[in-house]
C-alpha cells in the first residue's frame, strides 16, 4: 500500500478539501472495523484513511507535504542548516529587532556575531552567559473513536522516540478541534520553557450514531406488529441502552426524542437524541398474515398516498 496520503485516498494532488473530505468519508464507511471483525486489510485501509486525511485537511500540514517538508506520517523531514533561521523565526527572540542576516555570508560566522554582539551589549563575556530559548511546538494528529468524543476519555500517542503523550479528551469535543498541551513540546534551551504541543482530533464514524450539533441522531427499526400495537423497547443512546415507547399506530419516519441525551459539552446545555423509527417487514409473509390483510383491508382499507396528491 502506498503511504502518499493522495494514493491512499484515490485524489488528485489538485484534491479540494470537499474532494478529499469526501473521499475519506467513504473509505471510513466501507472500511469500518465494526463493520469487519476480524478483518486486518480492511483495519489497515481505514487507519491509512484517517491517517491521510488528518495530514491532508490542514491547509498548512498539507502545504508543508507538497513542499517535502514533512512526510506521510507527519514528520519533519532533515533540513540541512536550518537552526539560525528557526531560532530567528521565533516571536519571542530577545534579537529580532537587531540586525538580520539571513540570504548572505556563512551562518556559523553570522551566529558567532551574533553572540559577540550580544555578549558586548550585556558588558560580560560569552562565557559567563547563559543562552536560553523555549522549546519548539509539537503538532499531532489523533482520531478519536465517536463515543470517546462524546463522552469523554484518554488517549495516548506513540512519539517517535518510544514515548508516549497522554491526551485528555474532553466530553463533546467536534470533528477538526486542535486541544493544546502546554509545556509538552520540544525541550527549551538553556533552561528554558518547554514548547506546547498541540493535537488536531479527527472523530471516526460510529455505524449507529451520527451527530447533528449536539444532538445524537439513529434510527431505530421495529416490527409490524410493534408499530401497530405499541410496545417498549430498548433502544441505543451513547450512554448505553434505554427502554423507550413506541406509540400504537406508529408510522416510520415517526421520531422519538429523548431530551438530555445527547452531546453534553462543558459549558453549555445536553443535547437530544432523535430515535427515528423504521418499521421492518418479517422475513416471510405466511397464509395467515395474507388472509388477515386481505380481510381487514376490505373492511378498513385507506389510501396514506392520496392525501396531498393532485
Known sequence: MSEDPYDVLGVSKTATADEIKKAYRKIAKESHPDLHPGDAAAEARF?????????????????????????????????????????????????????RYE??????????????????????????????????????????????????????????????????????????????????????????????????????????????????VTTLPITLYEAVLGAKVEAPTIAGPVKVTVPKGTSSGRTLRLKGRGIAAAGRPAGDQRIELRIVMPPKVDDDLARFMEDWGKRNGYNPRKEGMP
Do not use: W
Not at 514533512?70 to 533561521?85: C, H, K, L, N
Not at 525541550?187 to 450514531?209: C, K, M
Open 47 to 99: 487507519k491509512a484513511a484517517g491517517a491521510a486525511h488528518d495530514l491532508l485537511k490542514d491547509p498548512e500540514t498539507r502545504a508543508r507535504y507538497d513542499r517535502g517538508e514533512i512526510d506521510a506520517s507527519g514528520q519533519e523531514r532533515p533540513q540541512e542548516r536550518t537552526f539560525y533561521r528557526d531560532f530567528a523565526e521565533q516571536p519571542d527572540n530577545p534579537y529580532r529587532q537587531g540586525a
Open 103 to 216: 540570504g548572505f555570508g556563512d551562518e556559523q560566522d553570522i551566529f558567532a556575531e551574533f553572540l559577540r554582539r550580544h555578549a558586548g551589549r550585556e558588558g560580560a563575556s560569552f562565557r559567563s552567559h547563559a543562552y536560553q530559548a523555549r522549546g519548539a511546538d509539537t503538532h499531532y494528529a489523533l482520531e478519536v473513536p465517536f463515543l470517546d468524543a462524546a463522552n469523554g476519555g484518554s488517549m495516548r500517542i506513540t512519539l517517535p522516540d518510544g514515548g508516549a503523550l497522554e491526551v485528555k479528551i474532553p466530553r463533546g469535543v467536534h470533528e477538526g478541534q486542535t486541544l493544546r498541551l502546554r509545556g509538552k513540546g520540544g525541550p527549551g534551551h538553556g533552561g528554558g520553557a518547554a514548547g506546547d504541543a498541540y493535537v488536531t482530533l479527527s472523530i471516526r464514524p460510529h455505524p449507529v450514531f451520527t451527530r447533528e450539533g449536539d444532538d445524537i
